[in-house]
């Protein structure tokens, strides 16, 4: 299949608000809940008294870890089946009323007592408990290759420091909401999330109730990132505990300060790295992480699988610890690991590059990996080393030391900083209908969630079949559709294209087969393997003959057809190639010389993941992902009060996140692959861009301005005082 171009599907959808997000739905008779959330970080909630709430106008029902009882205990349920507090602003009761404003007048009346306890609200105050986890993610969470530390010994220089990360909270544009109800013994739920499958799977877990008597419906997500997933489910629980007490449908829908609370966010890391060359040879890399999470749950992100795989190095050694604290649990959240992870190996091995007097970019390419060194296994395909070419000749990299340093009241800086992700996909199954008249209907049970889902189905079905994009209806985001999956770590357009690339060369094959076999027909007699689909015909190049598609179905097909095709998860252990998709990021930025303000200016990536379908969708996954790497690198941290647990700011004025005068001038250059080891040779883009470019802010200030920043965000007051020397030279 060729690279397709054109317009997203959904978009006149969303710009005249024909697209209706799963919150704007309204069933007669709805009532509106509200959180009633824990003011201590650490405790037990020992009473809740709702009588005088009971007596407020609209006032319905009330739910709390007693109503949830009922559900069976699980993972997704544990948090609201116990009366133990574990963080500040933790639910402990709903409210549901007839509107919004009565729910939360009513839940101000809801009197609750606890006993407090003495919380750590900082992973410093825990730092002697911490415990090693068996995983992080799909990987182990140690690894010992050959032996680092002897090799260390031994290096002729070892570049040793210490990274940290800050918690970033993930804001999709769109709250997490649910609107729900029950038919009888049946629910149907409303509900923004990234798997839709999932979420079907875990109530019927929770309820003790069928599949078949769930339905889950998401067919438009205002974004994602990560924690529309399973931290949401418990309070969704609770709104389908509230509808089915009342009778009535429930819709509940967090508040923005929620959103730093209750459903996720990216895990602070503390990061001790050290790098051994002999010569300007890797030698030796040791990796330990330390990094938060809750006090109820565990979640470690993979954040220093990455060293074990990005460089040639004999002698490589990671470690993974956690740390419990009394503060929300963490979740993925986009590039979850390879975001900190990089930022740590990248940036040292910038400052390695200098102790060398090496090019940074010449250091990466002597120790490039030619092959994955952990498992022992080819890359299924690997063109980091054209990343790095390309990249480095449109940003002029070679040239840079030629350019001004200074630019009026800034001082300029460069670096650059390489990007990776694994390239895995999950199972899928896929619909197709050609209807009689031409028209076609492509169906799979996954969700959008804003990065063009709806697109390139319609335009992977369109192109094998030869049908116009103004012909297609894609249906996404309902339980009642075939199978797909769940939205994150870059893995549904690899999903979803071999299940549709199947389904349609069914439809393919019967129509070729159809046409052939009529010998009054204008194909009659050729052979099926030689037609072409074009246009809306079926054709035979080499003689030109041709039939419109819409005879050939209204001859032998006057129902329409119907196909369904299925892609299988990657199997891990029987993998013959590793997948992984690469980059390098190359970045300009400026840093006032007076007061420390830092400006990225210009960004070039040059990214390799295997093939692109559409380079529209791609370039604009690629720049958001760099946007949210400049989020990273200079503006997000959320802060825990170490004193109450309570967070800090819970509000996008106070959680800096870039604007559109923050935004540099992007580049992108995407280098096709051709895998033979991946269906349709097809790996994930999302992660890509979010990756890497941290480093290379990083190493670009410290070019700038001769300072090393090894934590994130950077912020103006880390550059203050390299600045105000470089002012008064």
């Known amino acids: 299949m060729n690279t397709i171009s054109g317009p997203r599907y959904e978009a006149l959808q969303k710009v005249i608000g024909q697209a209706r997000f799963e919150g704007e739905i309204a069933p007669a008779g709805l009532l509106h809940a509200a959180l009633i959330e824990s003011p201590i970080a650490c405790g037990e909630l020992l009473s809740v008294d709702a009588a005088e709430a009971a007596t407020h106008p609209g006032f319905a029902t009330l739910i709390t870890h007693a109503d949830s009882a009922s559900l069976k205990p699980s993972a997704a349920t544990a948090l609201i089946r116990e009366s133990a507090v574990h963080f500040h602003g933790q639910p402990v009761a709903l409210v549901a009323a007839s509107t919004l404003a009565q729910a939360h007048e009513a839940a101000r009346a809801v009197r609750i007592v606890a006993a407090a306890r003495p919380a750590v ?3 410093d105050q825990a730092l002697g408990s911490a415990f090693a986890p068996d995983m992080v993610g799909r990987f ?54 990234q798997a839709i499958f999932g979420t079907r799977a875990v109530i019927a877990q929770a309820f003790d109730m069928p599949l078949k008597d769930i339905r889950v419906l998401a067919r438009f997500l205002g974004g994602g990132f990560g924690c529309k997933g399973q931290l949401w ?9 509230a509808a089915r007490k009342a009778g009535r449908p429930v819709r509940l829908e967090l508040s923005r300060a929620q959103l730093f609370t209750l459903v996720g966010r990216r895990q602070q890391t503390e990061q001790d790295l050290a790098l051994g060359f002999a010569d300007d040879r890797l030698t030796a890399i040791t990796h330990d992480v330390v990094a938060q999470t809750s006090a109820h749950a565990d979640y470690s992100d993979s954040t220093a699988v990455y060293s074990r795989l990005l460089y040639a190095c004999h002698n490589v050694s990671t470690t993974h610890a956690l740390v419990r604290t009394n503060e929300p649990q963490p979740v993925p959240m986009r590039a979850p690991g390879t975001a900190p992870g990089t930022f740590a190996l990248e940036s040292a091995m910038d400052e390695a590059a200098e102790r060398l007097g090496l090019d940074p970019l010449d250091l990466r390419v002597k120790n490039f990996a030619d092959h994955d060194q952990e498992a022992g296994r080819p890359w299924s395909s690997n063109s980091l080393l054209e990343c790095y070419r390309v990249g480095a000749e449109r940003f002029g990299w070679a040239d840079r030391q030629k350019k001004a340093k200074r630019d009026g009241r800034w001082a300029i800086g460069f670096g650059m900083a390489t990007t990776l992700y694994p390239a895995i996909r999950q199972a899928c199954r896929a619909r197709v209908r050609l209807n009689v008249d031409g028209s076609l209907v492509v169906q799979c049970g996954t969700q959008d969630m804003g990065s063009g889902t709806y697109t390139a189905l319609g335009q992977i079905a369109v192109a094998a079949l030869g049908i116009p994009m103004t012909k297609v209806t894609v249906e996404l985001g309902d339980t009642w559709l075939p199978d797909g999956p769940f939205s994150g770590g870059s893995q549904v357009t690899a999903s979803i294209f071999p299940a549709v690339e199947a389904a349609t060369s069914k ?20 052979a099926p393997d030689d037609l072409a689909f074009e246009n809306e015909l079926i054709r035979e190049p080499a003689s030109n003959a041709a039939e419109k598609l819409g005879d050939v179905l209204a001859r032998a097909a006057p129902d329409g057809l119907v196909a369904e095709g299925d892609s299988a998860a990657t199997d891990h252990q029987k993998l013959a190639a590793t997948g992984m998709g ?26 390799a993941a295997g093939r692109i379908l559409n380079p529209m969708l791609a370039r604009s996954q690629y720049v958001g992902g760099l946007i949210g790497g400049i989020g990273m690198a200079l503006h997000e941290q959320t802060i825990t009060d170490r004193a109450t647990g309570c967070i800090l ?33 097809v790996k994930g883009i999302g992660m890509l861009g979010t990756a890497g470019i941290q480093a290379a802010i990083a190493n670009a200030v410290y070019d700038a301005i001769g300072k090393r920043v090894r934590h994130l965000p950077i912020r103006i007051e880390d550059c203050l005082e390299s600045a105000g020397d470089m002012a008064r030279r």
């Open 121 to 123: 609200t900082q992973m």
């Open 140 to 193: 182990p969470a140690a690894s010992r290759r050959g032996d680092a530390a002897t090799a260390l010994g031994e290096a002729d220089l070892v570049i040793r420091s210490r990274y940290s990360t800050a918690v970033n909270n993930h804001h999709p544009m769109e709250p997490h909401v649910v609107v729900c109800w029950w038919d009888g013994a049946k629910a149907v739920v409303h509900t923004s999330t």
């Open 233 to 241: 489910w418990p309070w969704m629980f609770w709104a389908m505990l």
């Open 507 to 526: 439809l393919r094959a019967t129509l070729a087969s159809m046409a052939a076999s009529d010998l009054n027909g204008p194909l009659g007699g050729k």
């Open 582 to 607: 690469h980059g390098a990021v190359f970045v300009e930025i400026g840093v006032d010389a007076a007061l420390g303000e830092i400006r990225v200016r210009r960004v070039c990536g040059a990214f």
């Open 649 to 681: 700011g819970k509000s996008l004025s106070d959680y800096l996140i870039p604007v559109h005068a923050d935004m540099p001038e992007f580049d992108i250059a995407m280098i096709e692959e051709d895998d033979p080891h991946l269906p349709g040779g």
